[in-house]
T-cell receptor
Framework: DSGVTQTPKHLITATGQRVTLRCSPR?????VYWYQQSLDQGLQFLIQ???????AKGNILERFSAQQFPDLHSELNLSSLELGDSALYFC???????????????FGDGTRLSIL | AQKVTQAQTEISVVEKEDVTLDCVYE???????LFWYKQPPSGELVFLIR??????QNEISGRYSWNFQKSTSSFNFTITASQVVDSAVYFC??????????FGTGTSLTVIP
């Protein structure tokens, strides 16, 4: 058990809809990362938050947004969903990765999103 | 531009053989971090190692070892005496000064009993 909780585990919805994926980081971890894994695009970094502030942005579409709340949980919002958004979305957490060597990232089990 | 190349798409070895997974990266940053992750058939992602660009010391953790060579921009991963449980997809990744992550396409390792 990594200590990172992602909900829901599976989500099936239709094109044009909006969904929210939730991530609770491991206790004590301040950083949250979101990744997308699809057959077409492989594993892609979407966005990172540290203690409520956006720290880095990767290949995140404008239709997607995220935030980290004061209790450090994070939500990834996906809107105007397209078939190509079907993927496995992972959340990971870590301490401040740039304070010391080998800060491990702890991954959740992922949310599998299927767009019909 | 940042790029990570894992040229080996699939590798099969017989149990107890040693296997090396190659990772070559491109970056113009002088400060960067390299990672390896494991994704077993069950689908979860497991962090294996993080190495910063100023630390070229090789690392060994049990049957796993990593060889970081800045001269060849490589960060290779060796599994010694492979086991069936090592069967997984392994991803190499680079994180730059902008804190972005760039992943390779992964190497699927099958260990045959």
């Amino acid at each position: 058990d990594s200590g990172v909780t992602q909900t829901p585990k599976h989500l099936i919805t239709a094109t044009g809809q909006r969904v929210t994926l939730r991530c609770s980081p491991r206790s004590g971890d301040l950083s949250v990362y979101w990744y997308q894994q699809s057959l077409d695009q492989g594993l892609q970094f979407l966005i990172q938050y540290y203690n409520g502030e956006e720290r880095a942005k990767g290949n995140i579409l404008e239709r997607f947004s995220a935030q980290q709340f004061p209790d450090l949980h994070s939500e990834l919002n996906l809107s105007s969903l397209e078939l190509g958004d079907s993927a496995l979305y992972f959340c990971a957490s870590s301490g401040d990765p740039y304070r010391g060597p080998n800060q491990p990232q702890h991954f959740g089990d992922g949310t599998r999103l299927s767009i019909l | 531009a940042q790029k990570v190349t894992q040229a080996q798409t699939e590798i099969s070895v017989v149990e107890k053989e040693d296997v090396t997974l190659d990772c070559v990266y491109e970056t113009r940053d002088t400060t960067y971090y390299l990672f390896w992750y494991k994704q077993p058939p069950s689908g979860e992602l497991v962090f294996l190692i993080r190495r910063n660009s100023f630390d070229e010391q090789n690392e060994i953790s049990g049957r796993y070892s990593w060889n970081f060579q800045k001269s060849t921009s490589s960060f290779n991963f060796t599994i010694t005496a492979s086991q069936v449980v090592d069967s997984a997809v392994y991803f190499c990744a680079l994180s730059d000064t902008g804190n972005q992550f760039y992943f390779g396409t992964g190497t699927s390792l099958t260990v045959i009993p």
